[in-house]
């Protein structure tokens, strides 16, 4: 993992440290439903974008990007908010891409999570 990324992964996870400390033992609850919508909310976006669907995608990524900025997962908001603009733009030549990086980064995310409600 380069530098780069290492600092990603930092800041993130502080962001996501952050949030639980905001929200105490309502944070369990909050990840929980995150964890639990998110998958649905990315098999959606996997339709829109298979279907070249550029609105229903925007619709579907603005709210997954939302929730995303709700638990702390700043760099996945930021990829959705990117997505949604270029699905709103007209620009939907990488939806497939973006997908694919949107999926990976939730991967990450969702491991975080995992692993804070463990502890």
Do not use: W
């Not at 908001?77 to 603009?85: D, G, K, N, T, V």
């Amino acid at each position: 993992m380069d530098t780069r990324m290492r600092e990603a992964d930092e800041r993130e996870a502080d962001e996501l440290e952050a949030m639980r400390d905001m929200f105490g033992e309502d944070f369990a609850m909050l990840a929980e439903l995150y964890l639990g919508d998110s998958p649905k909310r990315l098999a959606a976006l996997q339709s829109a974008a298979a279907a070249s669907d550029a609105a229903q995608a925007a619709k579907i990524v603005h709210s997954l990007g939302g929730s995303c900025a709700s638990i702390g997962a700043s760099s996945l908001a930021a990829m959705c908010q990117a997505m949604e603009l270029d699905c709103r733009n007209g620009n939907p030549g990488n939806l497939g891409e973006q997908l694919q990086a949107i999926a990976a980064e939730y991967a990450r995310i969702e491991a975080r999570l995992r692993a804070m409600l463990l502890a």
